[in-house]
């Protein structure tokens, strides 16, 4: 576990609402990021003179611009538009692209007083290159992809809040390497204008942050109707996490990729059900019925042939930018059965319908989220398939810390909700880590 | 212009709160199923016995029992799931087919006190061969399709309302066709959970009616939260029609397709646009950019594999039973690009991003729901293509009657609202009828 000296979110700003400065809160996070930034690279992008003057202005104006997150440095993953930064989504091909406005989730960032300090590195076009950013545990490890940048960033602790992208298992397994917490809420809950395509049908926006109470902060703040993004259909979210009535009642899935694990990942998770069960909660197994083995094929497919399509330009003017691993799933995306993307389709409702009637008798899912610790080396970031199920299905989901692996490095379980019932997820979840079942860092 | 001796849902209702018998009222409806079913043939499957029984057992309750559809008979497509009568997909594969329970629109409908009279007519699996129902304006041409009998049921007055399904134009060509107003309500505004899939990110519900108010009742049934249907937000709706503030501001898109309309139907459109302006309305007209004339064939991509996915056991299993119509949508689909459905999402991506933009100017579009009067026979049910772009972008639609063509047979436009801005399209709606600008049948 590494030692973080700047406060978490709800911290700060409870600081700040005291009469605390907002310069001087802003620069324990500016000190962060000069002793960890040389190592751990998260930073695709900063700004810190600018950060600074809007610090500087904040306390200047005094309690009357008192927003959700006034203050508070926030990393955003780039591929989210920025009208100051660039937004490079991780390809030279796009380096200094200047996209001139402000993705939704960066107008309600700004709205709420929060200080973008900067644009977070992605893997290339969210899916193939690794970056050079490496794990804050251990910076010979991968912190995982493709919102690496923004998990390490906060795992170093140079940023509270950040914002990151899944569309297969980029936000949950980032954040299981790098011991924070990463939520994904629900297909639809935050809106994706502004923010470059993997697979329209599939992405997702998430966050990553060191306590539920500043997940549902953020949340609060990033979930709001917007008819520029077609699915989405978020109301209100209060920056309260719920308090359960009663201990709730968990499924845990082992699912069909059990065996890929390794054992202490497993051991990990098993420890982790118990714990529920001795404190109050009824737990049972539920065992996935066959046809879910196909669920990775399903996935895939709908990421190769969205990345083909949205980035089709790119790929025919500049094959000689593309890295190889992003050329093969082009390849292979055209190289698919016909019906392969219906398909897909018609297997996401059928394993929906299985999914969401479980949801009659539970409360949450406690799952997988990966096979083990955050691999060796920058290059290999680690499977997503523990998470891509219920991101598939669009279900609300968290990775939540649960103790430490033999070589010194966090692991973590995945916790899946009701889809569109974000809150009583995050409920649960700070149910578990205030009973302290699972270890938060 | 056929005579309706009976009334719409609202008369109806007000009768009955006046103390009216709901036997007397269902009785009025069972003499027009009388006079007309057998030269129509709007019905796969009636039950006057059981109506009867229902609306005698509502007149004994009294009011204590009071839905917001106490007593109104409803006519519901028959892919649509009751747990009562068959619901047979249109196809003699499925001919008796029960499913032993009720799609949640058939639910709400019962919740609110409504009578299902039965299953309305629908193509093979709504898509393929055609119905022996006919059009109640002349039997020698069709009502549309698929959901024919939901619209001929209405249109002869058998039924106030009725509920059908839209995947490409299924609401609003019969509804055009037969001279009465048809509704689909956004994507997702109400729940398909029950309803046999032609392609889910297409299928929506929709209603049939004969005046607006009954429309906004109707939907303030069936518009409800149901996490059964992933894609499904629906809010609370408004059995009051919403009163415009101010006269609204109309574009009036031509569209890519103009040229195959009927001079009658193009001159039917441009007098309607005439009107509003003399009523007060602001109006303007909108060229949509050269990229628009892909939509038909992105559509008929997503819905020939639509088809091709959930219905490949039926098939495998029954080629005999296909129709060669089916058989050729199915064999396209086959032979499509691998990226064919990819790009077809990434289009209608394109595609809503530049329509949605114009709401900032207008409050509707009014457009062509069909190239003329309903075609002569019954094997061709005409053509799709004016509807499907607003469907393929999942906005509201409702088509409205707009006199009468040379031979007697009603003309009709469409207006297009924004995405879940449902209430005011209607509102829109019935300004425009109100002021008898396109006078209603």
Redesign the interface.
């Given at each position: 576990m590494i030692f973080i000296p700047t406060p978490t979110a709800t911290q700060a700003l409870h600081d700040i609402q005291q009469g605390g400065s907002v310069q001087t809160l802003l620069n324990q996070y500016l000190t962060q990021v000069t002793a960890c930034e040389a190592k751990v690279k998260a930073w695709q992008c900063i700004d810190t003179d600018t950060a600074l003057k809007q610090a500087k202005s904040q306390d200047c104006d005094g309690s009357e611009h008192s927003g959700a997150l006034r203050g508070i440095p926030v990393g955003i993953k780039d591929i989210i538009a920025t009208s100051d930064f660039p937004t490079e989504w991780g390809t030279p091909l796009h380096q200094g692209q200047q996209l001139g406005y402000d993705a939704t989730v960066v107008e309600q960032l700004r709205r709420a007083g929060a200080i973008i300090l900067g644009k977070t590195t992605t893997t290339e076009y969210a899916s193939g290159r690794a970056t050079h950013t490496t794990n804050p545990h251990n910076s010979k490890h991968t912190p995982g992809a493709s919102s690496s940048g923004s998990a390490a960033a906060v795992a170093a602790g140079m940023v509270p809040l950040a914002v990151g992208t899944q569309t297969m298992g980029s936000i949950l397994r980032p954040a299981a390497y790098c011991g924070i917490l990463g939520f994904k809420p629900s297909?639809?809950a935050i809106s994706r204008f502004g923010i470059m395509?993997v697979?329209?049908?599939l992405d997702h926006v998430g966050c990553f942050a060191r306590s539920v109470e500043d997940l549902a902060l953020l949340c609060s703040v990033l979930m709001v109707?917007d008819?520029?993004d077609?699915d989405c259909?978020a109301q209100s979210f209060s920056p309260k996490v719920k308090t359960l009535s009663r201990p709730p009642s968990i499924g845990v899935i082992r699912g069909p990729f059990w065996q890929q694990m390794e054992p202490q990942a497993q051991s990990a998770l098993l420890a982790q059900a118990k714990g529920l069960i001795t404190a109050g909660a009824e737990v049972r197994e539920i065992e996935l019925p066959s046809e879910f083995t196909a669920y990775p094929s399903h996935i895939e497919a709908?990421v190769a042939?969205?990345l083909?399509?949205?980035h089709r330009q790119d790929l025919l003017a500049h094959p000689e930018q593309m890295s190889p691993q992003l050329k093969a799933i082009v390849e292979k995306?055209?190289?698919?059965?016909?019906?392969?993307?219906?398909?897909a389709?018609?297997a996401t409702?059928s394993y929906?319908?299985y999914l969401?009637s479980l949801?009659s008798h539970i409360d949450a899912i406690l799952t997988p989220v990966t096979a083990g610790p955050a691999p060796l080396g920058l290059e290999n970031t680690g499977s997503p398939i523990f998470c891509a199920l219920w991101t598939l299905?669009?279900f609300p989901a968290i990775s939540i810390p649960a103790g430490t692996a033999s070589n010194g490095l966090p692991l973590a379980v995945q916790l899946v909700g009701?889809?569109?019932n974000d809150a009583h997820l995050l409920g649960i979840a700070d149910w578990i880590i205030q009973g302290a079942i699972f270890p938060a860092n």
């Open positions: 297909f639809g395509p697979n329209w049908d109707a008819r520029r077609p259909w709908l042939s969205g083909a399509v949205h995306a055209r190289s698919l059965h016909p019906l392969a993307y219906a398909e389709r018609r409702l929906d319908r969401n949801f299905c669009g009701q889809a569109k």
